[in-house]
């Protein structure tokens, strides 16, 4: 490892919430997560993008909920009891909001250490990977990090904004 690389490492080491998309493991830092809930009625909003499935009333609060199977182009799956919202925290400009993430199944909150980390692999110009912070290597598993706040571009959080 790279002294770079040594020290992103450490800029992503910290504490995660793993979850499931399919049969892949993913994790976003815990500072970004209000809370978890489950399925709750979600409201259709006409005219927004298909990952977009609408908000929710969470105590008196509009939060816009996206399907992030959907966002990653995966295949949709029916929802069911361990299908999970993450409520989490994102900065538009000088403003922070606040998004509904559906995912299949909620894991658990891990320490993630730097020697656990590595760089995002390059998959080439095709492929838009802003979104991944890095790969940890835990319990025998590959767990995508990711940088929540970059899964949706300026203009999808704009969008969301205006319904919320």
Avoid: H, W
Wanted: no cysteine.
């Amino acid at each position: 490892m790279s002294l770079d690389t040594q020290k992103e490492a450490l800029v992503f080491e910290g504490k995660y919430l793993t979850f499931n998309l399919m049969d892949e493991y993913y994790g976003v830092s815990v500072e970004r997560i209000l809370q978890i809930i489950a399925i709750p009625d979600i409201t259709k909003i006409p005219q927004t993008p298909p990952f977009v499935k609408g908000v929710i009333n969470l105590r008196g609060r509009i939060i816009p909920v996206m399907d992030l199977r959907l966002r990653f182009q995966l295949a949709e799956q029916e929802y069911d009891d361990r299908t999970s919202i993450i409520i989490t925290r994102m900065k538009l400009y000088d403003r922070e909001i606040f998004i509904g993430v559906i995912v299949d199944k909620v894991i658990e909150v891990i320490d993630i250490n730097k020697n656990e980390i590595e760089d995002s692999p390059s998959f080439g110009v095709e492929l838009d990977t802003q979104y991944i912070l890095a790969m940890a290597k835990v319990k025998n598993k590959v767990v995508t990090l990711l940088d929540i706040g970059k899964i949706l571009t300026n203009k999808d959080l704009k969008q969301l904004q205006n319904i919320s």
